[in-house]
Each structure stands twice: as structure tokens, then as C-alpha cells.
């Protein structure tokens, strides 16, 4: 597995499983161009689904120019961020994985979202839509200073 994917659900493969962890592992390594080539030209991400922080609009991030511009809004600005996969179901085209990430910031505090984490595939294994399911005001509550 790679540091910072901590897996504990099925490793069955599977096309979007196996996009998904491709996904994270970019994401831990702090690989944006990588990430990004990992969906297809029409893909979007809502990480977390509807109105946020980082879409206030709620219409997500579409394209490889909108998917690079929230790795910038919310990926960048993390220190690191780290994967805790407990299960993962995969159906069709899809997976959901359920867990939590963790946000390690530049300030040396740390936030758990928990929630639940889906990619869909198109024929080729690209990712067609990244969809997270967390509550963001549940996980400001997760928030730790650093000591």
C-alpha cells in the first residue's frame, strides 16, 4: 500500500477501486498533474458534495482546468493529507469507500472529515466524477492545534 493510504477495506480489483487509490496515492505524494490526468476530460470533482468553502455554488469542478484549480483551492494548501479507508463497495462503474481523511496543515494542526468518498469510471478507467459525502462543519469540529 503507499504511506499515507491506510486501507483496511477490500482490495478486490476493481476499475474505479483501482482509480480510486490511484487518486489517493497522487494526492499523498503531492502529485497534481498526476491527479489530474487521472480523470477524464470531461470529469468533475465535488469534494464535499453542494455548497462549501470551496464551491460556494455547489456546481463542482469540471475539466481538467476546474479540477486543477480546486487541487490549488484545497489540496495545495495542505501540508499533507492522509487516507483511512475502513470499507469500500464497489458496483457497476463505482465505488463508495467509507473513512475519514486527515488534513495536516501548514500551522501544524490537524482535521478528520469522515464521510464517504465515490469515483465513478468511464470505459477506460478514467475518473468521470469524484463525489465526497462529508460535513464540513463536522469536521471543523475535528480541528487540533498544534501544542
Same mark, same amino acid.
Do not use: C
Given at each position: 500500500m503507499v *504511506?499515507?493510504?491506510?486501507? %483496511?477495506? %477490500?482490495? !478486490? =480489483?476493481? =476499475?474505479a477501486r483501482d482509480?480510486?487509490? &490511484?487518486s489517493m496515492s497522487a494526492v499523498t505524494r503531492g !502529485?497534481? @498533474? *498526476?491527479?489530474?490526468a487521472l480523470f477524464a476530460p470531461d470529469g468533475f470533482v465535488e469534494d464535499p458534495v453542494g455548497p462549501s468553502v470551496f464551491d460556494p455554488e455547489g456546481r463542482g469542478h469540471h475539466g481538467h482546468e476546474g479540477i486543477a484549480a480546486f487541487w490549488d483551492l484545497a489540496i495545495a494548501q495542505a501540508e499533507r493529507i492522509e #487516507?483511512?479507508?475502513? @470499507?469500500s463497495f464497489a458496483a457497476g462503474r463505482e465505488v463508495a469507500n467509507t473513512g475519514h481523511i486527515?488534513? #495536516?496543515?501548514?500551522?501544524?494542526s490537524t482535521m478528520d472529515a469522515e464521510g464517504v468518498f465515490v469515483y465513478h469510471v468511464?470505459? %477506460?478507467g478514467l475518473i468521470r466524477s469524484m463525489r465526497a459525502f462529508w460535513e464540513f @462543519? &463536522?469536521?471543523l469540529k475535528t480541528l487540533r492545534t498544534a501544542e
Amino acid at each position: 500500500m503507499v *504511506e499515507g493510504v491506510h486501507w %483496511s477495506a %477490500s482490495t !478486490e =480489483p476493481h =476499475p474505479a477501486r483501482d482509480a480510486a487509490l &490511484r487518486s489517493m496515492s497522487a494526492v499523498t505524494r503531492g !502529485e497534481k @498533474d *498526476e491527479w489530474v490526468a487521472l480523470f477524464a476530460p470531461d470529469g468533475f470533482v465535488e469534494d464535499p458534495v453542494g455548497p462549501s468553502v470551496f464551491d460556494p455554488e455547489g456546481r463542482g469542478h469540471h475539466g481538467h482546468e476546474g479540477i486543477a484549480a480546486f487541487w490549488d483551492l484545497a489540496i495545495a494548501q495542505a501540508e499533507r493529507i492522509e #487516507f483511512h479507508i475502513q @470499507d469500500s463497495f464497489a458496483a457497476g462503474r463505482e465505488v463508495a469507500n467509507t473513512g475519514h481523511i486527515t488534513t #495536516f496543515l501548514p500551522d501544524g494542526s490537524t482535521m478528520d472529515a469522515e464521510g464517504v468518498f465515490v469515483y465513478h469510471v468511464d470505459e %477506460s478507467g478514467l475518473i468521470r466524477s469524484m463525489r465526497a459525502f462529508w460535513e464540513f @462543519d &463536522r469536521a471543523l469540529k475535528t480541528l487540533r492545534t498544534a501544542e
